[in-house]
């Protein structure tokens, strides 16, 4: 079954399985009852990344609290996207909308990498997270993704597994469409890195250029915010590799 753009969705941090109840959240519960008006016996989507979508009814169990009472599986759970998103964290408004965006674009994997010219040198975990699932029941995705500690640079490239191809987002490349340099990359694992707001070193550049498995894409002739790249380089990494291109 195709996603159902009209209904409402809801991740969930259990398991599902067909009749057995869950009890909303409060916050669940509030949304459902007092913000959506729902009857007894209305209907939501829910997934909990590992089960799939499931269609549940809305079972009132007090003023305040209700139940979820999955009826049916409405889509099967996909494999977990294996698109690699490494960047710079940003100030926190800006970091929220990059995370959204990039768990819409079919990250699979959030590795946030300090760099020297990165401002921001920590991120909130429980607020990433939260980005993401909201990203997911918007969007009719099914799966969240992993999200790992911050890296310095040099750090994560000393163990980088050569056989994923990183793809860098480099204001100093020579210029040239980004769909030209990565049809030239094998099929194969994917990662894409978006430097911090101040773009990286001269250091961290050659760094980057002198391994193997970096190609190097230029987004063209005017200077993009972080979070603006973010959008611009997943959208040309899904349609010359990605999901634009099966």
């Given at each position: 079954?195709?996603?159902?753009?009209?209904?409402?969705?809801?991740?969930?941090?259990?398991?599902?399985?067909?009749?057995?109840a869950?009890?909303?959240?409060?916050?669940?519960?509030?949304?459902?009852?007092?913000?959506?008006?729902?009857?007894?016996?209305?209907?939501?989507?829910?997934?909990?990344?590992?089960?799939?979508?499931?269609?549940?009814?809305?079972?009132?169990?007090?003023?305040?609290?209700?139940d979820?009472?999955?009826?049916?599986?409405?889509?099967?759970?996909?494999?977990?996207?294996?698109?690699?998103?490494?960047?710079?964290?940003?100030?926190?408004?800006?970091?929220?909308y990059?995370?959204?965006?990039?768990?819409e674009?079919?990250?699979?994997?959030l590795?946030?990498?300090?760099?020297?010219?990165?401002?921001?040198?920590?991120?909130?975990?429980?607020?990433?997270?939260?980005?993401?699932?909201?990203?997911?029941?918007?969007?009719?995705?099914?799966?969240?993704?992993?999200?790992?500690s911050?890296?310095?640079?040099?750090?994560?490239?000393?163990?980088?597994?050569?056989?994923?191809?990183?793809?860098?987002?480099?204001?100093?490349?020579?210029?040239?469409?980004?769909?030209?340099?990565?049809?030239?990359?094998?099929?194969?694992?994917?990662?894409?890195?978006?430097?911090?707001?101040?773009?990286?070193?001269?250091?961290?550049?050659?760094?980057?250029?002198?391994?193997?498995?970096?190609?190097?894409?230029?987004?063209?002739?005017?200077?993009?915010?972080?979070?603006?790249?973010?959008?611009?380089?997943?959208?040309?990494?899904?349609?010359?590799?990605?999901?634009w291109?099966?």
């Open positions: 079954m195709t996603f159902d753009h009209s209904a409402q969705r809801l991740f969930m941090e259990c398991r599902i399985a067909h009749n057995v869950i009890n909303a959240s409060r916050e669940q519960a509030n949304y459902l009852l007092n913000v959506l008006r729902m009857k007894d016996g209305a209907t939501v989507l829910i997934f909990n990344g590992i089960d799939g979508e499931w269609l549940a009814q809305v079972k009132h169990s007090g003023r305040k609290a209700c979820l009472l999955p009826i049916e599986q409405t889509r099967g759970q996909p494999e977990p996207y294996d698109l690699q998103y490494v960047f710079a964290p940003l100030k926190q408004a800006r970091l929220d990059m995370i959204q965006k990039a768990v674009m079919g990250a699979g994997v590795q946030p990498v300090l760099t020297q010219y990165t401002q921001i040198r920590s991120v909130n975990p429980k607020r990433m997270r939260a980005n993401a699932i909201e990203a997911a029941e918007q969007c009719g995705i099914l799966q969240l993704p992993q999200l790992r911050p890296e310095k640079l040099e750090t994560l490239l000393s163990s980088w597994n050569g056989e994923r191809r990183l793809v860098f987002c480099d204001e100093g490349a020579e210029f040239e469409s980004p769909i030209t340099a990565l049809a030239k990359i094998d099929d194969g694992k994917l990662a894409i890195l978006v430097g911090p707001e101040g773009g990286f070193s001269p250091e961290e550049r050659e760094l980057l250029v002198s391994r193997p498995y970096v190609t190097a894409i230029s987004l063209g002739p005017r200077v993009l915010r972080a979070d603006t790249a973010a959008v611009a380089a997943l959208a040309v990494l899904q349609a010359a590799t990605g999901d291109n099966q």
